[in-house]
């Protein structure tokens, strides 16, 4: 689940107990995150942090699955909001 999009300045943070994300930094002008950051929502309590190396960037809450084709290679992602 992506909860710091590419090429924003502002960090969010998913919170647990209040189930929204929530804004905890903003980068300084001419900074911004040259990835998509989160986490994989299946190792809560602890959230395993994540980034998405993609083309193209996602929005705060989206949420990608990774998919593997028959011959073994994982290599797309399917993207749910």
Known sequence: M?????????????DKTKEIFALTKVLPAGMA?????GFV????PSLL???ALTSCGFSTGGYLTLFEFDWGVSCGFVVEF
């Open 2 to 14: 992506i909860e710091t999009p590419k090429g924003s300045r502002n960090k969010y943070a998913f």
């Open 33 to 37: 995150f040259l990835f998509d950051f």
């Open 41 to 44: 929502p299946s190792t809560r």
């Open 49 to 51: 942090g994540a980034a």
